[in-house]
């Protein structure tokens, strides 16, 4: 498992840590190399947007609980990376004093959470609550032995204190339990195919869906042995695929590297309409047009990419140069002009991959290649100089000065793949905003994709053409259904390999079936990247873990 573990009573014991009841195990996987399996068991802690969901469910608080928690480590791009997601610390004491906090909630609402109407039988209304609250609390039933510790803890908690006390030092110390603060992915069996228990199965389909804990129906079909198979793993994730959509949202802007645009600083002195206000509006700009994407344009990669139009307010449409659109704070969905083209010309993209003085070329055109259309750099030179690009200038545009700093013939290697990428993006600023004439002359937005794929590769004579290349290449489809893998089972995918006796060849070609299938699925679907959850749940590997 990934870092440390937050101990409590449940944190010991033996047996199956993952409890008893709706375990059912099926024949193993056919069809299937004889080695590998979806990925390695694993605990996974929460992430900190999950725990905020999972505590609002359990305790039915507003949220705000982890809104001082220390920022998830990001790795491949995303912050639900089970090998980033480690327990110092400083992350140990915050759970502690959430818990604490969370804890004394209760104490003053005991009697409605745990209520209890004879005062003769507390003890009983006690081992009702540690039932019930522990089974949502740990996504799974609590064995016997948990039930027993909790109880003595209420016990002891109610011999020095009050009813309320009790029940909320059961509260307080289940919120530190791994049990809690991690989703298990163990299983029962042993060796290269592990299957998970139907509990497991559960947390794993509620929070890929909606980043938070099971509801009544997930646990119901746990119960009752409903997940054991891909068709009745889909149907559950199907059924909450309706309230997915911030979630999902969550996953196209770190793909994309758009979560970044809520931290983006420009230099004002540069860009003076870039104020508190214009920052705010091109983060909600953002967030509106993906959840359209998925509430609106049946979730279409291709219409992330291609569309015509956006939501904006009155700041928004001044600053991509609408013509009677929105004033004020309202917001309405907007026709844009014929500079721009989907996410990739929106300002959070844009702003996000730029410096705080200057739209900076190369990291857009990192992104680009290596995010949206998955291709690997090659490793940078040993012993490697880097030199800084020369700052903005009023007589060099900054595509004169990008050429400037990359004839180094020991930087043309990676050089020549990505900043021609990155130019094709020219005529827009640090701040995303239109530009046809930069330091006195007219902008060059033409460039070249070079080594990514035949489908894709080839000059193009601007933004609007290289992105229109780009939505609606299978090169594109292919990307999403391996960054969705990636997001979807905390872990980077392996990488391919083409020696057939490598001991990780089997290995790949489990992960390299399912990203087939998740490609298949675009491909049938009108690109829509909810279906690429259902391809992955429905996967036969999906329930599969490898203890080797």
Known sequence: GAGSVVGGPGSGGSGNPNGSGGNGVVNPPVNLPAEGALGPVALRRLTTPEYENTVQQLLKVPAGTASTFLPDDESSGFKNMAAALRVPQAVAEQYARAAKTLAAGVASQATTLAPCADAGAEAACADSFIRQFGQQAYRRPLTTEEVGVYAKLFTDERARATYADGISIIVETMLQSPHFLYKTEIGVGSGLDRQLTQYELASQISYLATGGMPDDQLFAAAAGNQLATGAGREAQLRR???????????????????????????????????????????????????????????GSVVTLFNANWTYADGMMASHYGVSGGPTGTDWAKVTLPGERMGILTQAAFLTAHSKINDSFPITRGKILRTRVMCTAMPPPPPGLKIDPVAPPSATATTRERINAHSTNPTCASCHTLIDPLGFGLENYDAVGAYRAVESGKPVDSSGEVKQIDPEVDGPFANGIELVGRIAGSQVLKNCVSREAFRWGTGRVSLDPVTDTTSPDYPKYLRDKGIIDAMMTKMVSTNADMRELLTALVGNESYAYRSDK
């Open 240 to 298: 909450l695929l309706p309230t997915a959509t911030p979630w999902l949202r969550g996953f196209v802007l770190d793909w994309l590297g758009i979560s970044k645009a809520v931290g983006a600083t420009k230099d004002t002195t540069l860009f003076p309409t870039y104020d508190t206000g214009l920052h705010t509006a091109i983060v909600e700009e953002s967030h509106r047009f993906v959840d359209s994407i998925f509430s609106e344009a049946g």
